[in-house]
Each structure stands twice: as structure tokens, then as C-alpha cells.
């Protein structure tokens, strides 16, 4: 069963604390991405991995950092979390790019 | 600048009745347009997807219909059913694997 999981799935964090969030696939998928959901902006990219220390900037980048030391993981890492990276972030995967998987989300609150 | 765009935001249909969803895009080199669906509190699902080699893409009750020259496309579901009340989201990629949505259209079937 092809899944990609995500932890946890709910946090809610105090402004300035460090978040991380974590994500693994079991289907050796070499793509994998970060993107945050937030109501009427569709899905906005913020980090993309090609594979292990293969990764790269998406369209929102500024406030994230990821890590990527093994095929199957992907970690987001928000130093000093802000209010405005409230949001519900979705993790995914794919095989040369096209059926993009997703796993069922981390709903962030930051207070 | 959006690059993938979305219309209408929102979308009544009543049971049995065709319902046209709207995308247009900016980047010509995009050469991957899949549609996602995503019901309340789950995440995006691969629902039907076209490449530009094909002008249509058929997958039961959905249709695409590609128009490369104007960069427009649009999503057909006939004779919908309450069930397929969800957020469709037209979606691009090209070189980079880098999977670019819209915003959405939210559609709901009335029985």
C-alpha cells in the first residue's frame, strides 16, 4: 500500500520556537516536496527534494529549511516559527515527477 | 504572478448536470497539466491528468479539454453526483518536476 506519512498531525507551537515536521514515503520515490495549504491560495510549493542532499528552492522558500539524509524522508524545519506560517502543510511524493502522492497533512498553529 | 489560474472560485451544479471548471496557465513550457480533488479535511488526490500531445483526456464521467495555443484547459465532470462535491485544483509542470497549482474552484452538487 504506497503511503506517504506524515508527523504529527497536529501542533500548535509559541511564536520564536523551533518546528519540525517529518515526512516518509514507502515507495522509493526519488521527488519529494513541502507545500502549505492555506485558505484561498491553493497549494503554494516551499521546498522540492530530487533526492538526498538534492534539494531545492520552490516558490515560498523564505522561513523554511529541509533535510533530506535518507530516500524516504523529508524533514521541514521552521526556525522561529512566525504567526503567518500558520497553515496546513502537506508533504508529497512522485516518481519522475508526475503522479504526485500526498500525505494527509500537519495542521501548524502558531501562537 | 499566478501562473496557474483557476475560474470560477465557486461552482452550484444541480445532480445530473455537466459541470465546466476553468485553468490557464503562463509558462508554455509547462507539459504536464494533472486536476486534483480534495474533500474537507483530506488532501489532494490525483483525479485525471493530460499531457499537450492530446487536445482531450477522457476518465468516465471527467473530461480535459487541452487548448495549447491559448494555454487554456478545462475540466468536464457530466452528470455529477453529490459525491463529487470537493475543491478541484488544476495543476502544471514541466522541467524541474516543480508541480505548480491554482487556486481552486470549489464545487458543490445539489441533489
Known amino acids: 500500500d504506497m503511503k506517504v506519512t506524515q508527523m504529527p498531525r497536529y501542533l500548535i507551537k509559541r511564536m520564536g520556537e523551533n518546528v519540525l515536521l517529518e515526512c516518509g514515503q514507502d515507495?522509493?520515490?526519488?521527488?519529494m516536496y513541502w507545500y502549505r495549504q492555506d485558505p484561498g491560495l491553493g497549494l503554494q510549493l516551499i521546498y522540492i527534494s530530487y533526492d538526498v542532499d538534492s534539494n531545492s528552492e520552490g516558490d515560498i522558500p523564505k522561513g523554511y529549511r529541509v533535510s533530506r539524509k535518507k530516500r524516504e524522508h523529508f524533514s521541514l524545519i521552521l526556525d522561529s516559527a512566525k504567526t503567518n506560517q500558520t497553515s496546513v502543510y502537506f508533504c508529497?511524493?512522485?516518481?519522475?515527477?508526475?503522479?504526485?502522492?500526498f500525505g494527509k497533512g500537519t495542521r501548524l498553529t502558531v501562537v | 504572478q499566478q501562473q496557474v489560474r483557476q475560474s470560477p472560485q465557486s461552482l452550484t451544479v444541480w445532480e445530473g448536470e455537466t459541470a465546466i471548471l476553468n485553468c490557464s496557465y503562463e509558462?508554455?513550457?509547462?507539459?504536464?497539466f494533472p486536476w486534483y480533488w480534495q474533500f474537507p479535511r483530506e488532501s489532494p488526490a490525483l483525479l485525471i491528468a493530460i499531457r499537450p500531445v492530446s487536445n482531450k483526456k477522457e476518465d468516465g464521467r471527467f473530461t480535459i479539454f487541452f487548448n495549447k495555443r491559448e494555454k487554456k484547459l478545462s475540466l468536464h465532470i457530466t452528470d455529477s453526483q453529490p459525491g463529487d462535491s470537493a475543491t478541484y485544483f488544476c495543476?502544471?509542470?514541466?522541467?524541474?518536476?516543480?508541480?505548480?497549482f491554482g487556486t481552486g474552484t470549489s464545487l458543490l452538487v445539489d441533489p
Open positions: 509558462d508554455s513550457t509547462f507539459d504536464y
Open positions: 508529497a511524493s512522485s516518481l519522475s515527477g508526475r503522479e504526485v502522492f
Open positions: 495543476a502544471a509542470s514541466g522541467v524541474g518536476y516543480k508541480l505548480t
Open positions: 515507495m522509493s520515490h526519488e521527488t
